[in-house]
Nanobody
Framework: QVQLVESGGGLVQPGGSLRLSCAASGSIFSINTMGWYRQAPGRGRELVATISTTGGTVSADSVQGRFTISRDNAKNTVYLEMNSLKTEDTAVYYC??????????WGKGTLVTVSS
């Protein structure tokens, strides 16, 4: 059974940094896109950033220049480096892996709180 486990969330002051990690456990084959999404209180889930197998990235306008997504294919792990955090970045952050066969796996989420 495949599980995605996020880590690295927590409380940080505005302007601070955090690094999220998401690792897959179990047998997972042909991972294609890895990505991060977030859901703020009272809002729907939104894309933060994705990364393809070749390293191509897509990110939301709101995080460009501040957040960087990367992946380690050997470890089936995706990272999100978050800098210059703002209060509006407060949300539960979820990772998602999509395989070439159209199967999607989601993590359970990690809470990021940006507050002074």
């Amino acid at each position: 059974q495949v599980q995605l486990v996020e880590s690295g969330g927590g409380l940080v002051q505005p302007g601070g940094s955090l690094r999220l990690s998401c690792a897959a456990s179990g047998s997972i084959f042909s991972i294609n896109t890895m990505g991060w999404y977030r859901q703020a209180p009272g809002r729907g889930r939104e894309l933060v950033a994705t990364i393809s197998t070749t390293g191509g990235t897509v990110s939301a306008d709101s995080v460009q220049g501040r957040f960087t997504i990367s992946r380690d294919n050997a470890k089936n792990t995706v990272y999100l480096e978050m800098n210059s955090l703002k209060t509006e970045d407060t949300a539960v952050y979820y990772c998602k892996f999509a395989t070439r066969f159209g199967v999607e796996y989601w993590g359970k989420g990690t809470l990021v709180t940006v507050s002074s």
